[in-house]
């Protein structure tokens, strides 16, 4: 599996949980774990789906073991994150240095793509045309 792949994948896993916490808010009137459903829906569906797309067009990095931990390392953090800011907003401030802890979680996996962003192209031999295949 490619990391654009499990990027895709793990983004629709995450939408479903965040609109299924956002129904559970409506149908409960209680939306005192809307910064979670927040953080769900930003980090897990948006964020990973851009991290898909960004893989997508590099093959070389999307086939990377480096990718795919970066796309590991943020769904963890993603979740656990998650599962935090709901436990503080719901009155559990135990959860605190968890939500902290999987804060810099967060921060480490986006240090690393932008490496991947940042980083001189390795193959300058292929032209941009040589990835586009045209039309049918």
């Not at 559970?24 to 898909?52: E, K």
């Not at 990718?67 to 943020?74: C, D, E, F, K, P």
């Amino acid at each position: 599996m490619h990391a654009s792949s499990l990027s895709f994948r793990l983004a629709v896993l995450f939408v479903i949980a965040g609109m299924a916490m956002g129904i559970g808010m409506a149908a409960t009137q209680n939306h005192a774990i809307m910064p979670a459903h927040a953080h769900l829906n930003l980090l897990g569906w948006v964020s990973l789906f851009l991290f898909g797309i960004y893989y997508e067009r590099r093959p070389a990095l999307d086939a990377s073991r480096l990718a795919m931990i970066q796309v590991v390392l943020w769904s963890v953090g993603t979740v656990v994150l998650t599962v935090a800011v709901a436990a503080i907003h719901l009155g559990y401030h135990a959860a605190d240095p968890i939500a902290a802890l999987s804060s810099l979680i967060v921060l480490a996996a986006m240090l690393l793509f932008a490496y991947f962003v940042f980083r001189p192209a390795r193959d300058h031999s292929a032209s941009p045309a040589a990835h586009l295949t045209p039309a049918e």
